[in-house]
């Protein structure tokens, strides 16, 4: 799970080689270095060859529209962030484990910057993350490089076709659906796309009112949602959920939730004691190893779950970064 997520040690010049290559839709070239002694009449540049098995452009392509989607980044950053330049660009930022280093790699159709910031003895910083970190220097560089024209537009993923999905669910929309966008999609998915309709919103009236049947899955999403409607009707304790087993690290905490209150006053037990209470719909929790029983009441409605939490066996932190913020 831990590499999935960017546990994985990996240098910034790795991701500059990986983000060019992405930039370029598959299309691996060899990398020039120019050290700092050439620039004052030292050594000749030498190149350094990179050689990759090319990836679909289509991939590539959707990969790219992904990266330079300033509103699927916009719940983590805002809309209007520092990741957001006056034309065309893909970025992705990344901390490291305990906010050690932070990065920032993107690109246009003219260039690929990658930027880190960190401290060279390895000691960690003081909560600064990539956005905070590594963007604003990352953004500063992009703006230089094309102050004088904008570059052009990403081209459209070759060989993939757009079709309408509900925003929510990412299905076929229904006349039930408030919010439709337009997806990318491989050919040969489209019988699937064809067959699954939304089933997230349901008509109850003429009037196209709606309501919201969401799977379990989203519970926990629900739960940081402030729209009455997309609450559930029961109180239920989404995180943690019921049978989930915790690694103990030193200073680690655990944030209980909770979906189906709305400013109602709550009461938090564990193993019949009382943790606190008011109208709060989460608290944190530090971790302390053995069985633990959480219970929640908030008037006559209440649930519980039971988990766990294990002593994790202690291992250095590598050195590297972390594609995940």
Known sequence: MGLALGSGEVSLWELARAYLTLARLGDAIGLSVIPVETLTGGPETRFLNFDASPLRRSTMALITDMLSDAHARAIAFGVDSVLNLPFPAAVKTGTSSNY?????????????????????????????????????????????????????????????????????????????????????????????????????????????????????????WVAMQHAPALFATDLKIVSPRDGDVFLLEPASRVEFK??????????????????????????????????????VKAGEKSDRVDFEVLLAEHRPTPRGFSISN
């Open 258 to 295: 909770l979906a189906g209150i709305e400013d109602e006053p709550v009461e938090w037990w564990l193993n019949g004691k009382k943790l606190a209470s008011g109208p709060s719909n989460h608290l944190f929790w530090s971790l302390q190893p053995g069985d633990w029983t959480l219970q």
């Open 100 to 220: 050690r280093d932070t990065w920032t790699v993107g690109f246009t159709r003219d260039y690929t910057v990658a930027t880190w910031v960190g401290n060279f003895n390895g000691d960690r910083m003081q909560e600064v993350s990539g956005v905070t970190g590594a963007a604003p220097l990352w953004r500063r560089i992009m703006l230089h490089l094309d102050e004088t024209s904008a570059p052009p537009a990403f081209p459209p993923p070759e060989h993939l076709v757009q079709r309408p999905i509900c925003a929510l669910s990412g299905l076929r929309p229904t006349p039930a659906c408030p919010a439709v966008v337009r997806e990318y999609f491989y050919p040969e998915d489209l019988a699937e796309y064809d067959r699954h309709l939304d089933s997230f919103y349901q008509l109850v009236s003429d009037d196209r009112e709606y309501r919201i049947d969401l799977p379990p899955e989203y519970d926990e």
